[in-house]
């Protein structure tokens, strides 16, 4: 087994200013996402996106996926703390974000500023989602570093001991890492090598939706579920699952729909 590192979850402190890992990794994630995706549009490869876009499209991506990963985590992981006290929604300093809340508020945000832009929504998400894979990796790496998230008890060699007295001094699996390299790493490389292919309009976020889904629902079964709500059926059903399961079967949807209208999909913009 391996102890937990000794690592002050506040990256640094500035007088009474304390910047914590976890906001670091959302600037470094979307920094990086917004690198990237300028670039492709600096040499012509953002599917008609400018580069004068970019900046707004990245913006406005991560407002909606913030917001709504905060109101997603109320409605589904916290729900009975915030009806007991309203004031909870908005105490964003006690942690609470739910990625699927996010995509709900990316979708969001890309159908509005699409719309303005005169671009179809599929325009906009694949242009997108090969670089959110990035905001998850170092997400997951931030959930790994404030000890939050973890596995469940095991006895394999890479088991952790976590040193947050509620995770009970037992090796547990370090999922926020199986996390970060199946919904990181592994699935930034996938959709990157797709769209390299230049696949009809929709196939890439169908396989973001698809490839995000499986990996969560997969990770699940050694995660511990959250608290307070635990397993929701079965003894195993997590609530992470349930809400994965939707994102499968909507990207396979799109996906089919992406097939079927190949021709007009793979018109490029100028």
């Known amino acids: 087994m391996l102890t937990f590192p000794d690592i002050d979850p506040v990256a640094v402190r500035i007088g009474p200013l304390a910047v914590h890992w976890y ?29 004068e876009e970019v900046s707004d499209l990245v913006f406005y991506s991560a407002l909606g996926a913030v917001l709504g990963g905060r109101v997603g985590y ?6 009975g703390a915030v009806l007991a006290n309203p004031l909870e929604a908005f105490a964003v300093w006690h942690g609470g974000m739910s990625f699927h809340g996010g995509v709900l ?23 997108v989602v090969p670089v959110v894979p990035l905001g998850l990796l170092t997400g997951r790496i931030a959930n790994f570093v404030n000890q939050e998230l973890w596995g469940a008890p095991t006895t394999l060699p890479w088991g952790v001991v976590f040193t947050n007295p509620t995770a009970g001094g037992v090796p547990r699996h370090p999922s926020q890492l199986y996390e970060a390299a199946l919904e990181g790493l592994v699935l930034f490389v996938v959709l990157n090598v797709l769209r390299a292919k ?26 511990e579920p959250d608290a307070p709500i635990g397993y929701l059926a079965w003894g195993w ?27 007009s999909a793979r018109e490029v913009r100028t």
């Open 105 to 127: 508020g990316f979708v969001t945000a890309m159908g509005w500023y699409a719309h303005r832009r005169g671009h179809a929504f599929f325009e906009a998400t694949d242009f």
């Open 198 to 223: 230049r696949p009809p309009r929709a196939v890439v976020s169908a396989a973001f939706l698809i490839g995000y889904g499986l990996a969560r629902f997969a990770v699940e079964f050694i995660r």
């Open 237 to 263: 059903l997590t609530m992470g699952q349930l809400l994965s399961a939707p994102m499968i079967l909507a990207g396979l949807a799109i996906l089919a729909f992406g097939l079927k209208h190949g021709a």
């Open 23 to 51: 906001g670091l990794a959302y600037v470094v994630g979307i920094g990086l996402g917004w690198w990237l995706l300028h670039r492709r549009a600096a040499r012509g490869d953002a599917g008609g996106w400018t580069v």
């Open 74 to 79: 109320v409605l589904f992981y916290n729900l």
